[in-house]
T-cell receptor
Framework: GAGVSQSPSNKVTEKGKDVELRCDPI?????LYWYRQRLGQGLEFLIY????????KSGLPSDRFSAERTGESVSTLTIQRTQQEDSAVYLC????????????FGSGTRLTVV | AQRVTQPEKLLSVFKGAPVELKCNYS??????LFWYVQYSRQRLQLLLR??SRESIKGFTADLNKGETSFHLKKPFAQEEDSAMYYC?????????FGQGTELSVKP
């Protein structure tokens, strides 16, 4: 597509429920990244996928968080048994194999856990 | 450890005044650095890259390896420059971001 698309744009869920967030990267971008942005804080790296290589999961905060990517297309970030501290904006970005031009970001999913 | 530090959470200036948003980094080797900007209700977007040595919207940033800094500067701030600004570097195949600085330009 023309840009990075994320859905839903907003999600309100009850504590303890599972949620799935979706990211559709720019066509042809081999790399896809997930970040978390809590209110008043910076961007916290979660996970990234590069082509068919094993993903870098080093930023996932707990085993409640997981992500999948199908080839070089759509990715889903799943948060199980959501907690209130999971409330944040979840940002997805994609890039070509080299990062010389940085990322292109999606508009994010605002997750609120009540 | 690879790290980006933006010491100011909020910077407030008057229109027409010079502005400098500070960014310091920790990196072994030659870093590749970026500035990203997020205007209200818009997505994060690339402002400039140090390797291109470009000026975008009047902003410039110079890499100072001695001081490990990549400060963002503009000689005359405009109200439309009000936004969140993030400094970032490439580390471990991904971008490592600073905490961000909110720039507020008052009329």
């Amino acid at each position: 597509g023309a840009g990075v698309s994320q859905s839903p744009s907003n999600k309100v869920t009850e504590k303890g429920k599972d949620v799935e967030l979706r990211c559709d990267p720019i066509s042809g971008h081999t790399a896809l990244y997930w970040y978390r942005q809590r209110l008043g804080q910076g961007l916290e790296f979660l996970i990234y996928f590069q082509g068919n290589s094993a993903p870098d999961k080093s930023g996932l905060p707990s085993d409640r968080f997981s992500a999948e990517r199908t080839g070089e297309s759509v990715s889903t970030l799943t948060i199980q048994r959501t907690q209130q501290e999971d409330s944040a904006v979840y940002l997805c970005a994609s890039s070509p194999k080299t990062l010389n031009y940085g990322y292109t970001f999606g508009s994010g999913t605002r997750l609120t856990v009540v | 450890a690879q790290r980006v530090t933006q010491p100011e959470k909020l910077l407030s200036v008057f229109k027409g005044a010079p502005v400098e948003l500070k960014c310091n980094y920790s990196y072994s080797g030659s870093p590749e650095l970026f500035w990203y900007v997020q205007y209200s209700r818009q997505r994060l977007q690339l402002l400039l890259r140090h390797i291109s040595r470009e000026s975008i919207k009047g902003f410039t940033a110079d890499l100072n390896k001695g001081e490990t800094s990549f400060h963002l500067k503009k000689p005359f701030a405009q109200e439309e420059d009000s936004a969140m600004y993030y400094c970032a570097l490439i580390g471990g195949g991904k971008l490592i971001f600073g905490q961000g600085t909110e720039l507020s330009v008052k009329p």
